[in-house]
């Protein structure tokens, strides 16, 4: 054991926040994945896998914090997740500042899909199983990427990256890995890594500012759940002939004015948010608030 936590010393901070944060993340997305397999193949009429998913985030969340063996690990488990509680000022500004620029980059998708032929997003035929099985299921798999991603990417891989090599490296590096992270779901999520590279861009900032991955966490979850929710019930939109081909038209334009907009406002906010954040530590955070779980 002492071996490998010497030979693990060796490795560059940055290389092993890497590592750590992929590891964090594919325990979480393994055990999901396990969980709605067997769930869908054996009992598909009952959706118990989005409660097992919810045992098992608790405790992955507690342990992640620093709950459990090794005990000599457990401050730095804590540190790196830094899943801190904030006041309710930080929250408001954090969701106003977050909210804005995801809008922005969701805009943004649409006004690049004028500019080159991009995928819609692929979601599995759940036309088989009931209306309430699949609800729970779609909810579970946004609550499953918001809490495990935020964790392992803004977290445990971003936080330490930060304190060794600042801010702009940490997020522009993890912004850019989380984009290429999707690209296991197939070669068709080539076209969609810019915008995941801003969107963890976005979410790594209010890492930052916020030194907590509470409302990344709530932000990435409700943004997925949106779009689960709307490919499901509504299906892929149909593709929009490209400006080319067309020219651009009063829609497109439009799409650029608010790109503009809502990126001008997640701006403000986000100076609002780095301002209160430059208070003290105990009017950014709340009291206890150390830590979100107890060991």
């Avoid at 590891?23 to 959706?47: E, Q, R």
């Avoid at 090794?70 to 804590?78: D, G, I, L, Y």
Wanted: with cysteine; net charge positive; hydrophobic share 55%.
């Amino acid at each position: 054991m002492k071996f490998a936590s010497a030979i693990w010393d060796r490795f560059p901070i940055i290389l092993r926040a890497i590592l750590t944060g992929l590891l964090v993340l594919f325990v979480g997305a393994f055990a999901w994945t396990v969980m709605l397999v067997i769930n869908l193949k054996l009992t598909g009429s009952v959706p118990w896998a989005a409660a097992t998913l919810a045992l098992f985030l608790w405790i992955y969340w507690r342990y992640l914090d620093g709950a459990g063996w090794p005990r000599n690990t457990a401050e730095s488990r804590h540190r790196n997740f830094r899943a801190r509680a904030l006041s309710g000022r930080v929250w408001a500004w954090a969701l106003i500042a977050g909210t804005s620029a995801l809008l922005s980059a969701v805009v943004l998708q649409g006004v690049f899909g004028r500019l080159v032929r991009v995928p819609h997003l692929p979601l599995q035929d759940l036309s088989r199983y009931p209306f309430f099985t699949v609800l729970c299921i779609l909810l579970a798999a946004a609550a499953e990427a918001g809490i495990v991603e935020e964790a392992a990417f803004r977290g445990y891989m971003q936080a330490p990256i930060e304190r060794r090599y600042g801010p702009k490296i940490a997020i522009a590096v993890v912004g850019v890995l989380f984009g290429c992270v999707h690209l296991a779901n197939g070669s068709h999520e080539l076209l969609w890594l810019p915008v995941y590279s801003l969107v963890g861009i976005i979410l790594g900032g209010l890492a930052y500012l916020t030194n907590s991955i509470l409302p990344g966490m709530v932000l990435h979850a409700a943004l997925d759940a949106c779009r689960f929710l709307a490919v499901w019930r509504l299906g892929a939109a149909p593709p929009e002939r490209l400006i080319w081909q067309s020219g651009p038209d009063g829609s497109f334009w439009m799409s650029v004015g608010a790109v503009v907009l809502l990126g001008t406002v997640a701006i403000w906010a986000y100076r609002k948010l780095a301002a209160i954040a430059h208070l003290p530590s105990e009017s950014l955070y709340q009291t206890a608030g150390k830590r979100t779980g107890t060991h």
